[in-house]
């Protein structure tokens, strides 16, 4: 939810005129995508969205996530498509920063996830893992369990005006998935960030899957367990096990969960939510000046971690 | 710049099915008017702008604004137009909240105005004027002198907080414009607000003037008042005239402006630059918690009033 960059008429003509789609009708910031500013483009071709990748992105990430979309959709994976300049080149520069054209995806994200939501979800979820299986390009998971420490270390000292003990329990954490944390999974890449907020449905059916910036190289299964802690929790932080029983049942039905990845699923769900309470944590403490985001709520994660901690095993994921 | 309500997927379909335009392809709020909830609404039959009111925005006036808007795209004006529903209705409530579609007006703000902009802007405020005359509703002014000391007054105690002597220099400014105000010059309904982000170009053409919503009765020529100053100042502050006689001469081809407009512009261009530091400044002292917008220095405008309060004649505008 976020525009940061004032993107001038002249400027967006002149940019233009290296594409061949068309001319602007109009562009229009929109409150969607966190790390960068984004906006909705129409031209007299179509529609398109138009993203100016703020400091947060790593320039040298770019060609990864560009290449991952321009795989992804041509195995007909619903994603946003980048589109190539005249010169071939997707990535070039704008107003500064680097910037590049996707195609508009349409449909709707869910503000109230069903548990057929979560199904489509998991089945959508399989077929972009095996569609990705053939990538080239790697890149590290900068939030997976090596980055942790480091925003715990920048966090721990000032946790406590959230939530009193918070350092405390964070890092105790921290230290135990340090310990127990899985070497062997099948790995691939994954999204890393799948939030209702980045899955379009029309009439109930998935539309497609948006915001690939924080995709990477981990285990494929720890992808199911980000979408445990965020798609299957309600508003007062009850688990909803039939959400979570459907988003598994989805995945499972393209792509069968291995008896190794399903045993780790409950590990893998502390790591998740500990992931999001840090980042979050983080983002909370340190508000960027001039944002027009306001952070969300880290407190949410400890609760959802609370009650992986008390899993005993993946039956309380709805699996037998 | 600000999207406070979320709409969820559920209710945006139940609001569509009131009206005759298809149905929801994707709906993304938007960075784009400072008092309301705004989404550009994408259906299978076209782009929308769908709007939900937010509080400063007053119920009863709403008849007025869409009435206006109604009226002036009657003829031909290129405004939003108002899309009524199966039932004749232009307004509704969705998520608890007033709400409208109009139609989507292609074009971008000019983030660099430009001389010819300027001029027309300046023919187009003046076929809006005349398009608006027999237009029946009334809606009085808030923001124009009568409503300036209730500003003063909410903001004089902490105004030294922006800059020191900002009270008294306000102060004084409004008890001489109260004494020095006219009371019987040409008038109408005014736009109020034609700040360049609500006036759209295709190609150096104006192609739509938006966001009406402080539209009122008040004198035409405090409306080019508004302009000189939202218009005519550089980013260092300096004052350019060309800018001035452009909009003044494309006013003044299509409606002549008459000799007593004329002599009271130097005292309206100065009550214009109040109206905005008044509101800018009580922007600034009352942050509302949750909003997604920053307010805007209200100390630019102490600039362009310290600017018109120098003025000794319309000819500091450009006019002869």
Redesign the interface.
């Known amino acids: 939810?976020a525009?940061y960059t004032?993107v001038?008429?002249?400027d967006?003509d002149a940019f233009l005129r290296q594409y061949d789609i068309g001319e602007?009708?109009?562009?229009?910031?929109?409150?969607?995508g966190v790390e960068n500013s984004n906006y909705?483009l129409?031209t007299d071709r179509g529609?398109f969205i138009l993203t100016l990748y703020e400091k947060r992105v790593a320039r040298d990430d770019l060609p990864f996530f560009l290449g991952l979309l321009d795989h992804l959709a041509s195995r007909d994976f619903p994603c946003p498509t980048p589109i190539h300049g005249r010169d071939g080149a997707a990535l070039r520069d704008l107003c500064g920063r680097p910037a590049a054209i996707v195609g508009?995806l349409?449909?709707?994200?869910?503000?109230?996830p069903s548990p057929d939501h979560c199904r489509a979800l998991g089945e959508a979820t399989a077929r972009m893992h095996l569609a990705a299986a053939d990538f080239p390009l790697r890149r590290e998971n900068a939030l997976g369990p090596a980055g942790w420490r480091a925003l715990f270390e920048a966090t721990r000292d000032r946790a406590h005006e959230v939530h009193a003990g918070l350092a405390r329990a964070v890092g105790d954490e921290l230290a135990w998935l340090e310990d127990h944390w899985p070497r062997d999974l099948p790995a691939g890449i994954i999204h890393a960030d799948l939030f209702p907020d980045n899955v379009?449905?029309?009439h109930d059916r998935l539309s497609g899957i948006i915001d690939f910036y924080f995709a990477c190289n981990d285990f494929l299964v720890y992808e199911l367990a980000i979408c445990l802690n965020a798609w299957c929790f309600e508003g007062d932080g009850s688990f909803n096990i039939t959400k979570a029983r459907s988003l598994l049942a989805g995945y499972g039905a393209v792509r069968p969960i291995g008896r190794d990845e399903l045993a780790a699923l409950p590990l893998l769900a502390r790591g998740g939510a500990l992931r999001f309470l840090l980042t979050r944590l983080y983002d909370w403490l340190n508000q960027p000046e001039?944002a027009?985001?306001?952070p969300k709520n880290p407190l949410e994660y400890l609760s959802r971690l609370r009650f992986h901690q008390g899993v005993k095993s993946p039956a309380a994921y709805g699996l037998d």
């Open positions: 939810m525009v004032e001038s008429d002249a967006l602007a009708l109009s562009c229009k910031g929109i409150a969607e909705l129409q529609n508009f349409a449909g709707m994200w869910p503000r109230r379009f449905f029309r001039g027009l985001v306001r």
